[in-house]
């Protein structure tokens, strides 16, 4: 059990599938600007990265193994098509806001990833939990991003105004560049900076 | 089993195939009539912004509608009625009815005419990479733009797509007029315009085939109401010959 545990709380910070393995960047620059759409994106990742990774497992002694990769991609795609849907008829404006980018959690590397190094090796119990670890990493620093960039961006949280109309009466205005792609970039590369130094064990010598 | 053979594989992905679609198709069904809901009340939400109540709640979206609306009718080329939409039922054209009148002869084309004297027309055409669609508000004498609000299915985040989510490019159309002869209304640099600037629309830079195509639809449209607008001029004119006609006609029979 303490193996499982470790399982799912390994990708969250000490191996979390951005900061430490770089994978699915651009999805996190693309929906960072505010946090509502940084939290639906990160919990339909989670949810196709924990649902196609039990799936596969469950079906890792019957896949052949030429076809692996597009048993594995029809699986990603399904669930994906499923969010997708689902997010339409329940959170139509979110799912606008998101627009393509819901359909692009299939091209995440995270998913296939993780089904390929994990998924097809391990008990289904095992590769859920694997997956919904990922999919969380994925999704706090996520929100972590879209927390600084909506604060300083736009001066809201959730679209609520945080900063007082007293403070920009005085002059103080938001920051147009968190609103732009490369501010994410470079947020995310403090926070991989921060990261690295707590844990020294990343550094390169 | 050998699950490396030939057989197992192609029977196995034949399957998996049919297993997922099922799922799929299980789910579009069931998922539909919320779905095509939603589409709606956001293309009543598009036109209520036309008609300058933009931003209302999406639960109020629906009361408003029916609050505000006088009239919703479909007209032909020739600028007659032909026809009415329920406006109890929130009936609507959304996107797939407006893409049939691009190439139908006898076209029904929509016109919100809302309480507050504001008109609203549709457009619909194709973008860079889907179709683009717009609702435009006119004010009373049906030639100066009152609001607009544009959508579009997929055009570039942060060129394209600026065309609904830029508020200074729908800003901008406030107060331009619906110009006369081959070109109704523009979208282009200002260099190029060959027109009065007040049918003229300054077009986004880096998006130059959405802006063009935006303009194309634009006029387009502009040219399939021609003539209601014409006559709307003049529509209480019109008004009083045809209730005078009616009382003739009842007393023959």
């Not at chain 1, 091209?107 to 998924?119: K, L, S």
């Not at chain 2, 054209?93 to 190439?103: E, M, N, V």
């Not at chain 2, 998006?207 to 387009?220: K, V, Y």
């Amino acid at each position: 059990m303490g193996n499982i545990k470790e399982t799912f709380l390994n990708p969250i910070f000490k191996g979390n599938p951005i900061s430490v393995l770089v994978l699915g960047i651009c999805s996190s620059l693309a929906v960072t600007v505010q946090l509502k759409g940084a939290f639906v994106m990160g919990l339909s990742v989670m949810i196709v990265t924990g649902l196609s990774s039990l799936v596969c497992s469950l079906l890792r002694n019957t896949i052949p193994n030429r076809i692996r990769i597009i048993v594995q991609l029809v699986v990603v795609a399904l669930m994906v098509i499923l969010v997708d849907q689902v997010l339409k008829a329940y959170a139509y404006s979110v799912s606008k806001t998101l627009s393509v980018y819901i359909g692009l959690i299939i091209t995440n590397c995270i998913v296939m990833g993780r089904i390929e190094a994990f998924a097809l090796g391990n008990k289904p119990f095992a590769s859920l939990m694997d997956g919904l670890g990922n999919g969380i990493g994925y999704a706090l620093i996520l929100i972590v991003v879209a927390f600084f960039r909506e604060l300083l961006g736009s001066g809201t949280i959730f679209g609520f105004q945080v900063i007082p109309d007293a403070v920009y009466e005085f002059g103080y205005a938001n920051n147009g560049l968190m609103i732009l792609p490369p501010m994410a970039l470079i947020l995310l590369g403090c926070i991989i900076w921060i990261q690295r130094s707590i844990q020294k064990d990343l550094q390169e010598k | 089993m050998n699950t490396n053979s030939n057989t197992y594989t192609v029977i196995y992905s034949i399957i998996l195939v049919v297993v997922v679609a099922a799922v799929l198709a299980f789910a579009a069904m069931f998922l539909k009539p919320t779905q095509d809901a939603n589409v709606k009340k956001d293309t009543i939400g598009q036109i209520l912004t036309a008609a300058t109540f933009a931003g209302v709640e999406d639960a109020a979206i629906l009361d408003t509608y029916k609050a505000e609306i006088e009239s919703a009718i479909l007209v032909n080329l020739e600028g007659e009625k032909v026809g009415d939409l329920n406006i109890e039922d929130c009936e609507v054209y959304g996107t797939s009815d407006l893409k049939k009148q691009i190439a139908a002869e006898q076209k029904s084309l929509p016109v919100y005419i809302f309480k507050n004297g504001y008109t609203v027309v549709p457009c619909y055409g194709a973008g860079l990479w889907g179709p683009i669609w717009g609702y435009v508000g006119l004010e009373k004498d049906l030639k100066t733009i009152k609001a607009v609000c544009f959508g579009h299915k997929g055009e570039t985040p942060g060129l394209g797509a600026k065309i609904a989510d830029e508020p200074s490019f729908a800003e901008s159309f406030a107060g331009k007029t619906i110009g006369e002869g081959e070109i109704l209304f523009e979208v282009c640099k200002p260099a190029n315009t060959q027109v009065d600037a007040i049918n003229h629309i300054d077009a986004i830079s880096g998006a130059t085939i959405t802006s063009q195509a935006l303009g194309f639809t634009l006029n387009q449209w502009f040219g399939f109401y021609k003539n209601y607008l014409a006559k709307n001029a003049a529509q209480e004119v019109v008004e009083d010959v045809v209730l005078d006609v009616e009382p003739a006609n009842t007393v023959e029979e």
